[in-house]
């Protein structure tokens, strides 16, 4: 059966991954909403009109009409067989629409939660270090450098952090993820719809648990067969 999948995860817990391997091994194309806003500024139609004229004014596009956005790009040809939803929805309003969208296409949704302890990941992008001539690349946490702070192959240097990885940028990150995903998390909980897959463990052991989800879920859907 045809499959919506809300793919969730923190920074860092690997969802990009998971949703590269569901698209090359089982066809599912990643919708994201920044994509597909971006595909439809380029476009004349009058759903594109639409959106245009709310943009210009300056205002917020309404649930109703981003749902219709979504709609409108999944009916094409490459999401038949399903597709995975990136950056939608991001409100339990919008997730009360998407089960609709569901139903009117005949697709089975599964919300997966890619689960990795958030302190953990504060230690994989706040320990990251890189060599500047080489590029390898070490955590101070889980795969120190021999020498405090240099290149095992590059004593010389003096190992860089990016901007990105510092304390105060990831708490921010990481903090921003926990709020927006708390309600959808709350939301698919309640409907019985959330899977939590267990990220500590290596892609392809994440992406095994993930396809025998979407495997039981085709079996419990169908019970006459
Ligand atoms: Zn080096």
Do not use: W
């Amino acid at each position: 059966m045809s499959k919506i999948i809300v793919l969730m995860g923190a920074p860092g817990a690997g969802k990009g991954t998971q949703a590269r391997l569901l698209q090359q091994r089982l066809g599912l194309p990643q919708i994201s909403t920044g994509d597909m806003f971006r595909a439809l500024g380029e476009t004349k139609t009058p759903l594109a009109e639409e959106v245009r004229a709310i943009q210009q004014a300056g205002k917020l596009i309404p649930d109703e009409l981003v749902i219709r956005v979504v709609e409108d790009r999944t009916a094409k040809d490459d999401c038949r067989r399903g597709y995975i939803l990136d950056g939608f929805p991001r409100t339990a309003a919008q997730a009360e629409m998407l089960e609709e969208l569901a139903r009117r296409q005949l697709k089975k949704l599964s919300a997966i939660l890619i689960d990795v302890p958030l302190q953990l990941l504060e230690k994989r992008m706040t320990g990251r270090r890189s060599c500047p001539i080489c590029g390898e690349i070490y955590n101070l946490y889980f795969r120190p450098p021999k020498l405090d702070n240099k290149c095992d192959r590059h004593p010389e240097a003096e190992l860089i952090q990016r901007t990105d990885d510092r304390q105060e940028k990831v708490r921010v990150r990481l903090e921003t993820y926990e709020r927006e995903t708390a309600p959808l998390l709350d939301y698919y909980q309640h409907t019985g719809r959330l899977h939590r897959v267990d990220g500590l463990r290596s892609p392809e052991e994440i992406y095994g648990d993930i396809v025998k989800i979407l495997n039981e879920e085709v079996v419990r859907t169908n019970p006459a067969n």
